[in-house]
């Protein structure tokens, strides 16, 4: 059966032009040859790749596969464990240690009754957008301004110093950097929240941050903690506001669906979740022999977990690749699954609601300003996909 198996050679691989909201036509090949395929890390290491949503949803509820940092086995060298704080990278009890005082602040609850709050910050960035117009970057002057909004107040980050904090963590976050400028934006990233923790520490203020200062927290979990809270709070909404607004500018017809019916919201928003898949992959290394697919994953043994194909598998949603947003969507993975299951994943939605009813609301002759094959993408090496900008214009 081994030699069968299909063999994935690159994860880097392009999207098919004309095709920018697809994964990889590599990986769509790897999906229909089987859920699970050989694959070689380019550090050289043997490892696995999982595309299908079954084998993908498994693993990542399975306490035998592990998210460390140091256990990742890509590499030729040995790598450091996780930051302090930094808990996406991490197991229990670390894991639970530094999550668990978090969750009671990110509910759906909490994060429904920041919902006007979202839809001030929204009619504020379409106000300035209609006044510039008619033509705007959507990135620029919607997509990025409202989750960066929310997040720099949650958290507790002055007003003054959140275009600085947003320029450094699209510099590390975008995949278009050199390793050089990789560094010292998360290094100036790293020191303006130690700064930013000592602050909070001396004069707490109503926000998350300052809350934690309560606990026994130390600085440097504290600094780790606010890092994945901002950038994952701003980068991968920001892509999907940007990219999901794309695609419903490809899809005039749903466009159209959600404009004539604004109730739909809800289920535009997890499926354009499940379309794209900005966060596109994730690894697990095995900590013991464990049978996947029908495939031995030995110990040590590291596999790339294929979100955006997993949530295109048609064994799981029928004409997978479709925007329907119709669709009963439910279940995708876009915000993973088990233990590290996305904290974010309800202001993520309600931002998402937010900002998609009031955009095709406010302009209802939006569309694209440059042809679509020249809407600028994110390289595939950017942990988060989607688009660099967003040129659009409109009737006035």
Known sequence: MSESLHTVTTLQAERRPGCPFDPPAELIEAREHGPISRYTHPGGKPGWMITGYDLV???????????????????????????????????????GRYRKPLVGKFTARRMRLLTERVEQITADCLDAMEQAGPTADLVTAFAKPIPTIIICELLGVPYEDRDSFQEQIDTFMG?????????????????????LVAAKRAKPTDDVLSELTGSDLTDEELKGI?????????????????LGTFALLRNPEQLAALRADPTLVDQAVEELLRYLTVAKSFMRTALEDVEVGGQ?????????????TANRDPERYPDPHALDLGREAGGHLAFGHGIHLCLGAQLARVEMRVAFTALVSRFPT?????????????PEAADIYGVKSLPVTWDV
């Open 366 to 378: 939006l569309r694209l300003a440059v042809p679509a094959e020249e809407v600028a993408l994110r």
């Open 226 to 242: 606010s890092l994945i809270l901002l950038a994952a709070g701003f980068d991968t909404t920001a892509n999907m506001l940007s």
């Open 175 to 195: 995949g278009a950097t050199s390793d050089e400028e990789l560094i010292a934006a998360y290094t100036a990233t790293q020191e303006y929240l130690a700064r």
């Open 296 to 308: 031995i994953v030995e110990a040590g043994t590291t596999v790339v977990l294929s979100y955006n």
């Open 57 to 95: 949803r498994s693993v990542l509820a399975d306490s035998r596969f592990s998210a460390r940092k140091d256990l990742l086995n890509v590499v030729d060298f040995e790598l450091p464990p996780a930051p302090p704080g930094e808990f996406l990278l991490m197991d229990e009890p670390q894991h």
